[in-house]
């Protein structure tokens, strides 16, 4: 059974920066677009920041400039850099990964992510 391990979250002063982790595990396929997504109360869970297998990135307008993802090939790691944070960033953050040659979705449990003073 895939498992998604996701760590980092945690309060974080506006300006602040903050680092999270997926490490993916029980994968018998190999995995294409690693992504983080992430959901704040009353709103749908968006796209925040996606790399393919080729390391192709994308972000959401909202965190161009300022969040920053990457991933460990070896270890089956996908990380998402957070700087120059705002409140409006205060969510839950799910990392997400799809296979490469195949349908399917995995998520992780979420973590929490709040930016206040």
């Known amino acids: 059974q895939v498992q998604l391990v996701e760590s980092g979250g945690g309060l974080v002063q506006p300006g602040g920066s903050l680092r999270l982790s997926c490490a993916a595990s029980?994968?018998?396929?190999?995995?294409?677009?690693m992504a983080w997504y992430r959901q704040a109360p009353g709103n749908q869970r968006e796209l925040v920041a996606a790399i393919s297998g080729g390391g192709t990135t994308n972000y959401a307008d909202s965190v161009k400039g300022r969040f920053t993802i990457s991933r460990d090939y070896v270890k089956n790691t996908v990380y998402l850099q957070m700087s120059s944070m705002k409140p409006e960033d205060t969510a839950v953050y799910y990392c997400?990964?799809?296979?490469?040659?195949?349908?399917?979705?995995?998520w992780g449990q979420g973590t929490q992510v709040t930016v206040s003073s």
């Open positions: 997400a990964i799809f296979p490469q040659m195949r349908a399917g979705e995995y």
């Open positions: 029980r994968t018998p396929f190999s995995i294409g677009v």
